[in-house]
């Protein structure tokens, strides 16, 4: 079965300072990751994925994260955070192979201050 | 559409009625999800249905849950006998991937708000 876990339920960091957000994942096979950003009374929106090849996935809003096979993780960062990136990030999983849904983490909010 | 709809926006139901939300996938898009979001937490896979394959319903809490959907297009989900720890925000997302496409990212709803009184 495939699982995701986001350590942190809440992020704060000062307005212009680079951000991480962790997301570690756990899967039988190789994985195809995706961070998703959902504002106040807003849908999920999709960031960035990773497929193959380059480890550094370039997304959205100046977004980014970096698979790391050995450590099974897929961290979001961006080197410097804005207040108008405070909202409720989501990773996801899902499998190579087969028919699988998307797997979900449980959500990291993160608050930006000015 | 455009993008993907569900009707309605927010629902009010007493507790023991049965209630259908209606998700209108992106035209063309294969896969389609159900998630529930309980207020303050993360995303709780609920079904899955991928092109004519058997929907995978592992995620389905109880059996008053169900779900369809007919061909690739409009899916509705059934909450029978409802109860006051239904009451979330139901989110339905589809995308393009198939067996073959699992990279392709889903496309998310504005969800309906249940609400069980």
């Known amino acids: 079965a495939q699982s995701v876990a986001q350590p942190e339920d809440q992020v704060n960091v000062a307005e212009g300072n680079p951000l991480t957000v962790k997301c570690t994942y756990s899967?039988?096979?190789?994985?195809?990751l995706f961070w998703y950003v959902q504002y106040p009374n807003r849908g999920l929106q999709f960031l960035l994925k990773?497929?193959?090849?380059?480890?550094l996935v370039k997304g959205s809003y100046g977004f980014e994260a970096e698979f790391n096979k050995s450590q099974t993780s897929f961290h979001l960062k961006k080197p410097s955070a804005l207040v108008s990136d405070s909202a409720l990030y989501f990773c996801?999983?899902?499998?190579?192979?087969?028919?699988?849904?998307?797997?979900f983490g449980k959500g990291t909010r993160l608050s930006v201050i000015a | 559409g455009a993008g993907v709809s569900q009707s309605p926006s927010n629902k009010v139901t007493e507790k023991g009625k049965d209630v259908e939300l209606r998700c209108d996938p992106i035209?063309?898009?294969?896969?389609l999800y159900w998630y529930r979001q309980r207020l303050g937490q993360g995303l709780e896979f609920l079904i899955y249905?991928?092109?004519?394959?058997?929907?995978?319903k592992s995620g389905l809490p109880s059996d008053r849950f169900s779900a369809e959907r007919t061909g690739e297009s409009v899916s509705t989900l059934t909450i029978q006998r409802t109860q006051q720890e239904d009451s979330a925000v139901y989110l339905c997302?589809?995308?393009?991937?198939?067996?073959?496409?699992?990279?392709?990212?889903?496309?998310f709803g504005q969800g309906t708000r249940l609400t069980v009184v």
């Open positions: 990773y497929i193959t090849g380059d480890n």
């Open positions: 035209s063309g898009h294969t896969a």
């Open positions: 996801a999983v899902r499998l190579h192979s087969g028919n699988t849904p998307l797997v």
């Open positions: 997302a589809s995308s393009l991937a198939r067996t073959g496409t699992p990279w392709t990212e889903a496309f």
């Open positions: 899967v039988s096979g190789n994985p195809y």
């Open positions: 249905f991928q092109g004519n394959s058997a929907p995978d």
